[in-house]
Structures are given as C-alpha cells and as structure tokens.
C-alpha cells in the first residue's frame, strides 16, 4: 500500500530530473526525423519531444505532424522560415517553460547525436545544472569524420576555451541537456548568435551564471543523409564572435580589478 509520504513519479518523469522536452530543430530533414524520433522513444520513453520545424521546403513538417498524430510523445512547432538553430532552441525553451518542463534537451536531427547517449545525459543531469554530451572529453568517440573537420573542431574548442576561460571542453557541442532553472539564470534575450556560436555563447552564459557544467563522453557521428548545415560563414562568425566575447570579458575583469583595487586603497578616517 502507498503511503501519503510515498514519493510517486509520473510515467513522464525521469528519475532525478523531472519532465524532459528533447527540441530537435529541422530544416530539410525529412530523410531522417522519423529515424531519429523513434531512437529517442527507444532510448527514452518517459521524454517529450518538439520538433522545430523552419517550414522546410521538403516536407519534413508534414512528416513530423504525421509522428506527432501516432504517438503523444511528439510536439510540432511549425515555425515560418529558415530562422537559424538559435532561434530554434530559443523557442524550444520558452515552449518549455509555458509548458511546467524541468529540463529541456538539445538535440541534432541528422542521426550525429545518438539518442542512445540520452540516458548517460539524463542521470548526469541529475546531479548538475547544464550537461554537455563532449566530443573532446575522456571515453567520448568522433567517427567518420575527415581529418580538416577534427581539427577545426579541436582547435576552436581550445580557442574558446583559451579566450573565454571556460573549463568546457566542447563548447560548440549541441547535444545538452539544461535544467529550465539554469535556463532562468541565463540572460537569454541577450543572445545574439546562431548555428555554431550559438552552443559557444550559451556555454559562456552558464559559465558566468555560476551554474553547475558536467561533459558526459558521446559518440558522434557525421550525418549519413542529407546535407551539412555548416559553412565557411558560419564558422568565421563564431570565430569572430569567441575573439569579440573574450575581449569584452578581459575588458569587464581589468575594470572590476581596477575597481576594486582603488576601493582597496580608501582609507577613512
């Protein structure tokens, strides 16, 4: 017999964490949302899931309505156009919000984020405020990728790292999960970034909040359908970005030191 001081957990909870919403942006991923949708179910049955779709001229949208009619599991957020990845995930949290989650997921829809890997995120999450599934971390696997994609990879974490004096290993890493209490600690209306600095600019954000960042080791894995979001574009502008962020930030600690070092030299009488 349950007790009034039992502790029941709804079938949507996930012990430790509370309700999850995994947001899986799309854009002209119709070659893949239903594969990965049914990995997340697999892996993760008491998660919720939104798809994010930017009207995607090949219709991914219509697919996601059709899982989303066959399983209460799925959301669907139709959004106007092509937005960018930020935009996405900005409007996964506040559907998260309004909607009483704990804990929202990010999650790529080409297959590179293995839902298996959801459940290590998951009991991570318990007992932090951010989890970062690293590519750069101990036990964690890159596969199929060319050599000049590792060391882009590589190298900008290590700059990011470097300029933001972030004790993160794969800040660019999109496959997360944020507790929506860390989320309200983040000044999210200041972001101003997108696809690839996007993860970089959130990173820095919780860094600087105070909020607790675990990396939990993934395998990941280059898309085996579709095409490649990322550009030459995209990763001048994080670049740009990281080096403009990192100034600010030693610009904003000279001034606190300065500050602090004239209070220090006041004597009253």
């Known amino acids: 017999m349950i007790q009034a001081t039992d502790t029941i957990r709804r079938p949507d909870e996930v012990p430790g964490v509370g309700r999850v919403l995994v947001v899986i942006p799309?854009?002209?991923?119709?070659?893949?949302?239903?594969?990965?949708?049914?990995?997340v179910r697999r892996a993760a049955p008491a998660v919720q899931i939104l798809i994010a779709d930017d009207n995607s001229p090949d219709g991914t949208g219509a697919i996601a309505d059709a899982l989303a009619d066959?399983?209460?599991?799925?959301?669907?957020?139709?959004?106007?156009g092509k937005q960018g990845l930020g935009a996405a995930y900005l409007a996964g949290?506040?559907?998260?919000g309004e909607r009483g989650y704990q804990a929202v997921v990010e999650m790529d829809a080409d297959g590179s984020h293995a839902p298996e890997d959801l459940p290590a995120l998951l009991r991570a999450a318990a007992d932090a405020d951010v989890v970062i599934g690293?590519?750069?971390?101990?036990?964690?696997?890159?596969?199929?990728?060319p050599l000049r994609r590792l060391l882009l990879s590589r190298m900008g974490n290590l700059y990011a790292r470097l300029a933001l004096g972030m004790p993160v290993s794969d800040a660019t890493g999109g496959y997360r999960v944020y507790r929506l209490s860390a989320l309200d600690a983040i000044d999210l209306a200041s972001v101003c970034s997108q696809g690839y600095s996007f993860q970089v600019e959130l990173s820095r954000l919780a860094h600087q909040a105070g909020v607790r960042i675990v990396e939990v080791p993934i395998t990941f894995a280059e898309r085996e359908r579709g095409d490649s979001k990322m550009s030459p574009r995209i990763v001048a502008e994080a670049l740009w970005r990281i080096t403009t962020w990192g100034v600010q930030d030693r610009r904003q600690a000279v001034r606190r030191g300065l500050n602090g070092t004239a209070t220090g030299q006041v004597r009253w009488p």
């Not at 854009?27 to 990965?36: F, G, K, R, S």
């Not at 066959?70 to 106007?80: T, Y």
Request: proline residues 0%; without cysteine; aromatic residues 12%.
């Open 93 to 96: 949290f506040d559907w998260a």
């Open 26 to 39: 799309t854009y002209n991923e119709a070659d893949n949302i239903a594969a990965i949708v049914g990995r």
């Open 134 to 145: 690293s590519r750069w971390t101990s036990g964690a696997r890159v596969v199929n990728w």
């Open 70 to 80: 066959g399983d209460a599991h799925v959301q669907v957020l139709h959004r106007e």
